[in-house]
């Protein structure tokens, strides 16, 4: 199991990450607020401002002060092998 530092010490599993998404749209506020209203919303912003939405497999809605391209940069390094694997079969084509 990979995890990866959304902010503040807080961890993710990186196999339940499906997406990591910039707060500014209003269907991505939507969201936000259906989650916290049916209780699926995790704020681990520790009360700044929301940069970052991350939507998991099991239903859940992550709220992160960290920019999606600092999440995104960490996933990255945190499985480079994945990504290795995934540029070999794109080189073969």
Do not use: C, W
Request: charged letters at 25%.
């Amino acid at each position: 199991m990979q995890l990866v530092n959304i902010g503040f010490g807080n961890l993710l599993n990186t196999a339940r990450i499906l997406s990591v998404l910039h707060p500014d749209s209003q269907p991505v506020k939507r969201m936000a607020q259906e989650a916290k209203a049916s209780g699926t919303l995790i704020d681990a912003s520790h009360g700044r401002r929301t940069r970052a939405v991350l939507l998991l497999d099991s239903g859940h809605t992550v709220l992160s002060y960290l920019q999606p391209e600092t999440i995104a940069n960490r996933l990255h390094r945190e499985n480079p092998a994945e990504h290795e694997a995934e540029e070999d079969s794109h080189a073969d084509e």
